[in-house]
Nanobody, 117 residues
């Protein structure tokens, strides 16, 4: 089992920045991918960015050039630096982790990000 705890959400003005953090606990040695998804009101959960323990990244088109995902492998902590935020980025952001040989990913409880003036 893997538990994920997010932090760093909040209210920010358009054009501002936030940094989300996620810490994994439990069977973390088998994690090979971590990242972030988000879900806005009335919409489906969507990919924001993922990163492998080898450093390979995958970004949604909406995140490219504005967001940066990073990982601290030894501790299995993942971060999302978000710059140039706009109201369309308002959503609950969920931490995500996938383990080797485990079909179902693990999810955090989510952290709210609100971009508004």
């Amino acid at each position: 089992q893997v538990q994920l705890v997010e932090s760093g959400g909040g209210l920010v003005q358009p054009g501002g920045s936030l940094r989300l953090s996620c810490a994994a606990s439990g069977t973390i040695f088998s994690i090979n991918v971590m990242g972030w998804y988000r879900q806005a009101p009335g919409k489906e959960r969507e990919l924001v960015a993922t990163i492998t323990t080898g450093g390979s990244t995958n970004y949604a088109d909406s995140a490219k050039g504005r967001f940066t995902v990073s990982i601290r492998n030894a501790e299995k902590k993942v971060y999302l630096q978000m710059n140039s935020l706009n109201p369309e980025d308002t959503a609950v952001y969920y931490c995500y982790a996938r383990r080797v040989y485990v079909a179902s990913p693990s999810w955090g409880q989510g952290t709210q990000v609100t971009v508004s003036s």
